[in-house]
């Protein structure tokens, strides 16, 4: 049962809008949350994190919102560029080593 | 900077051979993980290891195996190719309870 998930499979946004993705999870146990990007044939790369005594992170372009009481995640990118288009991870774990993946969101940034 | 360096980037392998994909990183991390992605199912985690000879079943381990015998190296092992093992092969590190960083990926064509 996947305890990370991402719904919307795409996204696509004007260059200079804000773009949103979202993502949801069902462990209340989860207590540190990240979002990685990914270029095609490429590794992830680490993008932002959150830990869940926090409700908001910001670096940048990039800002990262959580609600624990709804167990929802959210990445802002503002304004988006078109080399933010990549796939989207968020990323969940619990007081441990492991860490589950959602399914990720293509974003594509029309110029 | 992190590094986490993956033996191969494409692999061409046939039904029933042995496959290797080794994965090497330079920052002394204590964890290491192989996942697999395909698309619409996000990273699926196939094993992890918290320390040299230990290892831990991920949430697909079937037709898999690993080793790792030194700090920095992790090894996946295909003990016999099969064609639902076609896939794109990420390999991460981590020092605990921190981000983990990725490789490259091995994308694997098992014919």
């Known amino acids: 049962d996947q305890q990370v998930k991402q719904n919307s499979p795409s996204l696509s946004v004007q260059e200079g809008r804000i773009s949103i993705l979202n993502c949801d999870y069902t462990?209340?146990?989860?207590?540190?949350f990240l979002w990685y990007k990914k270029y095609p044939a490429e590794g992830p790369t680490f993008l932002i994190s959150?830990?869940?005594?926090?409700d908001k992170n910001e670096d940048g372009r990039f800002t990262v919102f959580l609600n624990k009481s709804a167990k929802h995640l959210s990445l802002h990118i503002v304004p988006s560029q078109p080399g933010d288009s990549a796939v989207y991870f968020c990323?969940?774990?619990?007081?441990?080593?492991?860490?589950?993946f959602g399914t990720g969101t293509s974003l594509t940034v029309i110029p | 900077d992190v590094k986490v360096t993956q033996s191969s980037r494409y692999l061409v392998k046939r039904t029933g051979e042995k496959v290797f994909l080794e994965c090497v990183q330079d920052?002394?991390?204590?964890?290491m993980f192989w996942y697999r992605q395909d698309p619409g199912l996000g990273l699926r985690l196939i094993y992890f290891?918290?320390?040299?000879?230990?290892?831990e079943k991920g949430d697909i381990p079937e037709g898999y195996s690993v080793s790792r015998e030194k700090k920095e190296r992790f090894s996946l092992i295909l003990e016999s190719a099969s064609t639902n093992q076609t896939s794109m092969y990420l390999c991460?590190?981590?020092?605990?309870?921190?981000?983990?960083?990725f490789g490259p990926g091995t994308r694997l064509l098992v014919l």
């Open positions: 991460a590190s981590t020092a605990a309870r921190e981000t983990q960083y």
């Open positions: 462990n209340s146990m989860f207590d540190y």
């Open positions: 959150i830990s869940s005594i926090k």
């Open positions: 990323a969940a774990s619990a007081s441990g080593n492991q860490f589950y």
């Open positions: 920052m002394d991390h204590e964890n």
């Open positions: 290891s918290y320390d040299v000879k230990m290892k």
